[in-house]
Each structure stands twice: as C-alpha cells, then as structure tokens.
T-cell receptor, first 106, second 115 residues
Framework: QQQVKQSPQSLIVQKGGISIINCAYE??????FPWYQQFPGKGPALLIA?????SEKKEGRFTISFNKSAKQFSLHIMDSQPGDSATYFC?????FGAGTRLTVKP | GAVVSQHPSRVICKSGTSVKIECRSL??????MFWYRQFPKQSLMLMAT?????????EQGVEKDKFLINHASLTLSTLTVTSAHPEDSSFYIC???????????FGPGTRLTVL
C-alpha cells in the first residue's frame, strides 16, 4: 500500500526554525495532496492541501511546494513553535505517507 | 462545518465478540467514507472505501468478512469487527468526503482493545 513515500521519519528543529518534510507519490491519478497534523490519541487534522495544477500554496506559517513532473511535494513550517510538535502525514488522498514525528525544541 | 463523529471513542471487548463502530458526518452529506486502521507509532492504513448504497471496496489484505462495512445513508457508515482477536486491537479512524471535492474530514478515532 506504500504509494506515498515520506521523509524524514523524525525531525528535530529549534524554535523559530524551518521544518521541512518531503513526500513523493507514484500514481499520477492522484489529484489532491493534503498534509495532516496528528496528536497522540486524536484523529488527523487537515493543515493545508494542494491540487496538482498549483505549484505552491501558503497558509500562515505553512507552505506546500508541489512539483508535478517529479511527483514530489513538501511541507514547510516557518517559525516553528513547540506547539507544532506532532506527527505530520502527507497524503495523496486517500493514501497516507508513513509520517514524520516533529519535535520543536524551545 | 465538516464535522465527523465516531462512536464509541473507546471499546474493550473479549476475544471472539463483534464490535460495531459508527461514523457520522454531522453537517454534510458524505458520498464516500473511508476506514483506516492505525497501529501505535505507525501511519494510517486504508482498509476500505465505501460509497453510499453500494458495497465497500476493500484494500488488498483486508478481510471483508472480518471487517464488515455498511454505508446505508449519506451520513452514516459502520464498521463491524467480527470475531475480534487481540491482533485486531488498534485505533480505527473514519473519514468522510464528497466525491466532487476530494477533501476528507476525519473522525476522532475509536480505540479498540481486544482482551
């Protein structure tokens, strides 16, 4: 079922730094690419999403960059905060990447 | 808007019993519902996709006779884990979507523990 590859598996960033998580997909039929944030014991919550006809989307501190020809997309979290510490999943909807455990140190 | 609820949030049962989990879209009509299973510190694994009024489409390796999915209305889907065993213990999460929009809205999850 691994049609979406996500890296890194874990990431430690200092407060105020930029967190970058990458994903690659295989199936060109995918047409909706969301990023989710999940806290322990909770369901995933949509952070930001992009469609393949757009190369970049920014919402607040979160930016998705999308490279259709390379079948890759990434999440950038600017000015990372300790409250951002969570597990992040990319998806080529409805399939999920493996997840990235982000820790933001104060 | 786009709220999805799941019930129960937590269930403990004995091995061999069946457990039903409900997933409801509270403020929109969901043409498609998805069921996922998540083991500790792992990703969400898609189990099946169901469209209202039709049979669910199961992912490879998911036993359809063990995980019964019913999507009887545009606001309700149920997952029944039949003859549950300890290895079925997991976090089960549903999501609801509208086909034309492709967005998925996730429920809070159900923690199943089989003793």
């Amino acid at each position: 079922q691994q049609q979406v590859k996500q890296s890194p598996q874990s990431l430690i960033v200092q407060k105020g730094g930029i967190s970058i998580i990458n994903c690659a997909y295989e199936n060109t039929a995918f047409d909706y690419f969301p990023w989710y944030q999940q806290f322990p014991g909770k369901g995933p919550a949509l952070l930001i999403a992009i469609r393949p006809d757009v190369s970049e989307k920014k919402e607040g501190r979160f930016t998705i960059s999308f490279n259709k020809s390379a079948k890759q997309f990434s999440l950038h979290i600017m000015d990372s905060q300790p409250g951002d510490s969570a597990t992040y999943f990319c998806a080529a909807s409805p399939r999920f990447g493996a997840g990235t455990r982000l820790t933001v140190k104060p | 808007g786009a709220v999805v609820s799941q019930h129960p949030s937590r269930v403990i049962c004995k091995s061999g019993t069946s457990v039903k989990i409900e997933c409801r879209s509270l403020d929109f009509q969901a043409t498609t519902m998805f069921w996922y299973r998540q083991f500790p510190k792992q990703s969400l694994m898609l189990m099946a996709t169901s469209n209202e009024g039709s049979k669910a489409t199961y992912e490879q390796g998911v036993e359809k006779d063990k995980f019964l999915i019913n999507h009887a209305s545009l606001t309700l889907s149920t997952l029944t884990v039949t003859s549950a065993h300890p290895e079925d213990s997991s976090f089960y999460i549903c999501s609801a979507g509208r086909a034309a929009v492709h967005e998925q809205f996730f429920g809070p999850g159900t923690r199943l523990t089989v003793l």
